[in-house]
């Protein structure tokens, strides 16, 4: 989603109209799934136009406008439960 992000500011900003708004389902690393109750699912957003940021709840609402999300921020839980995740994987085909 961070690349089709990129495109839109890039090469195809002279197909697309300029008040068209992108909409991508983020799907960032949910533990709970009881809508933030844990808040690991937080995931940082920024406002276009002031650069104010905040937090939502993405496992609340997936789908999210693209030039919000912050994406490098939503990288890094992600990366951090990697390993975790390969190795539940090879205790499971195990």
Known sequence: MAAVK???HGHLRAN???EHSAIGSINSFM???MKGV???CL???SEPTTGEK???YSCYNQ???LDRVDFSNLNSPLRQ???QEKLSKLWLDE
């Open 43 to 45: 995931c940082k957003h």
């Open 54 to 56: 905040y937090f939502v």
């Open 63 to 65: 789908d999210q406008e």
């Open 16 to 18: 697309l109209k300029p």
């Open 6 to 8: 990129e495109a839109r």
């Open 31 to 33: 533990r709970c799934t």
């Open 81 to 83: 439960n990697s390993v």
């Open 38 to 40: 844990c808040a690991q």
